[in-house]
């Protein structure tokens, strides 16, 4: 008995000295961003915001992001810490048209002194470019790629005017992630446009593919009437946090069957519990129906860069929706 205390007392220390140094290492982190050494302290609100600010900055500026991991962007509450980001942040991205729609973050980017949103950036370049669910902004833009890639200009324009002197780098680095992701979009729109029509159906946990959806689902055809938009159908609506109703499980579970859908879709941050229930609901009225085994990354990155899990998201969609549903 004794013996055993001791490893369990070994134990618990053990897990305190290995918190007590993750915690150091956030610090080291937070502080070497924070230190005025002449470079640009950049704070994004995603990690996708600060995946695509990182490209183009380099070494000449220093970004990190607010919302992490499989944080829920939508929902996401300003935390111990994040406050002090703010203080110190020369620059703040933020997606917009949105998406960090929770009060505290709310405020913070409201009493930011230079705060560029680049959804709304977006809406008053390209407003045709921009989709409406409900009546309300749709905020995933990132999903098509050439729309996100539309942002990259604005932010070369800030971080030219906060330091001048990297322009040319700045620039350089630009055009390169230009042309990466004129060619990742290219690729992706091949291989979703080779899966057979009747099956480029998306149905999903929440409304986070319609952009996706749009570009690289849809016939010319479906873009220029507007009736692509019966490729994509999601439980919950912009946002995962919203209680689902059996209206709107009822209103799945018809698309299904109309539309003759073999596979839907988790997300790797959201339960799978409510896409079991339709599942479930659908064998019972004698509808085969699966759950895909691979989630797809809506709202976050998953410790990938935005190329990355834009690849990974095709590959996925690629293996499920097949023409005769054997893998």
Known sequence: MVSFKRYIAFFLCSLLL????????????????????????????????QDLVARIGGDDIKVVAIINGNQDPHSY?????DGEKFTYADIVFANGLMLEHSGSMQYQLKHHKDVVFLGEELLKKYPAEIIYVDGQLDPHIWMDISLWSGSIDFIVDKLVEKDPAHK???????????????EMDTQIKERMQKIPESKRYLVTSHDAFNYYVRRYFATPEEVQNGSWRVRMQALQGLAPDEQISVIQIKEIIDHIYKYKIDVIFPESNLSRDSLEKVKEACI????KIRLAKSTLYGDTLGGKSYLEMLKYNAEVLEENLDEDGSH
Do not use: P, Q
């Open 284 to 287: 019972k009225r004698g509808k």
């Open 168 to 182: 040319v780098l700045y620039l350089e680095r630009a055009e390169k992630v230009k042309r990466e992701f004129s």
């Open 77 to 81: 509450e300003v935390v111990k810490g």
């Open 18 to 49: 290995v918190a007590c140094g993750s915690v150091h290492e956030s610090s080291n982190e937070l502080g070497n961003w924070i230190k005025n050494d002449g470079k640009v302290r950049v704070l994004a609100t995603t990690a996708i915001v």
